[in-house]
């Protein structure tokens, strides 16, 4: 599938890093290092901006290392980028670990997938058909 880019930075377009692999890592396009205090939360920017493709969006995940090592992540995970948006990719990064964490120009710090997607068309109804599951939420399928 072809998605055009406009890349302002100077690191290379997202790629996978092994064959099989879903998402491509992206890349933060700072001036200066950021430190990210234990708790703190901060928009990173890319330098990337799309034109997503009408049905498709690009998800922004956490990268699994960071989260396990430092517990960096995602804050509003997955985020989502719609078709409609053409401003820079950012990402918003939160420092769940302990210590401090500095975000280094051109430092892996997110997945992107292109994800399709269905629009919606809501169909109001009085009754829904019945399920095994039935109304059981939270909790209710076992430990």
């Not at 960096?72 to 302990?98: C, M």
């Amino acid at each position: 599938m072809e998605v055009k880019v406009r890349n302002v930075s100077s690191h290379p377009l997202p790629q996978i890093q092994t064959i099989h692999a879903a998402g491509v890592d992206i890349m933060a396009y700072l001036r200066e290092p950021i430190v990210l205090k234990s708790g703190q939360r901060a928009l990173i920017p890319t330098g990337l901006f799309m034109e997503i493709p009408v049905g498709f969006e690009v998800q922004i995940r956490p990268r699994s290392g960071l989260a396990f090592k430092h517990g960096i992540t995602v804050l509003n995970s997955p985020g989502t980028i719609d078709a409609d948006y053409r401003g820079e990719v950012k990402v918003l990064l939160i420092n769940f670990g302990s210590d401090d964490f500095e975000i280094k120009n051109g430092e892996r710090i997110a997945q992107m997938i292109l994800s399709k997607h269905e629009i919606i068309e809501w169909k109001p109804v009085e009754i829904l058909s019945e399920s095994g599951r039935g109304t059981g939420g939270y909790g209710s399928t076992g430990k």
